[in-house]
Structures are given as structure tokens and as C-alpha cells.
Nanobody, 121 residues
């Protein structure tokens, strides 16, 4: 059974750091493109970082230089290291696997519960 469980969110002061985790079961993270998404209140969900099966990474401009996506193949877990957090980073964060050059979801997958990040100043 495919399952993705996000964790590591919390409340952090602006400028601080958090490390999100996505524990995966049912498939091997290193065999797929994996991505982090986030959705802020009143906004659409956006893809913010990807890591391909080969290890190549991409980031949306708003997090480039501050966030780092990575994976631990032995633990079958995806990570998102978030540094220099800003109020606009406050959102629910989700992980997903993607196919076709990190462009599409697999129909059998669903969104997990996510992990909430709140930022205070």
C-alpha cells in the first residue's frame, strides 16, 4: 500500500529553520521523482522543490537558496531543509511522487495529511 507521511512542521520564528520529513512506504523513493508542495491559506497548492531519480534538484524561485530537498535511500524518506524562513513560507507542506520528468502525479497516489509550518515574527 502506497503511503506518504509528512512530519517535522511546527511554529518557528522568522529567520529560523525547520527540517521536514516524508516517510514513504509502498515504493522506493530513489526510483521516482519526488517533490514537495505547499498550500497557504487562500492560495493554490504549489510545487516548490523536486528531486529526480538521478538526484537532480529544482526549486521554485521563492525558495531557491534557502530550501534544500534531499532523500535518504536507506530510510526511504524524503527531506526538505528550510532555512531563513519567512512569513510567506507559512503553509501546509506535502510530499508527492511524480512521473514524466517530474511533471505528473500517479493516479493511484493521494495527498497525505501534510505537515503545518507557521512562522512568527
Amino acid at each position: 500500500q502506497v503511503q506518504m507521511v509528512e512530519s517535522g512542521g511546527g511554529s518557528v520564528q522568522a529567520g529560523g529553520s525547520l527540517r521536514l520529513s516524508c516517510a514513504v512506504s509502498g515504493y522506493t523513493v530513489s526510483s521516482y521523482c519526488m517533490a514537495w508542495f505547499r498550500q497557504a491559506p487562500g492560495k493554490e497548492r504549489e510545487k516548490i522543490a523536486t528531486i529526480s531519480a538521478g538526484g537532480s534538484t529544482t526549486y521554485t524561485d521563492s525558495v531557491k537558496g534557502r530550501f534544500t530537498i534531499s532523500r535518504d535511500n536507506a530510510k526511504n524518506t524524503l527531506f526538505l531543509q528550510m532555512n531563513s524562513l519567512k512569513p510567506e513560507d507559512a503553509a501546509m507542506y506535502y510530499c508527492r511522487r511524480l512521473i514524466t520528468n517530474c511533471r505528473f502525479f500517479l493516479a493511484i497516489d493521494t495527498w497525505g495529511k501534510g505537515t503545518l509550518v507557521t512562522i512568527y515574527s
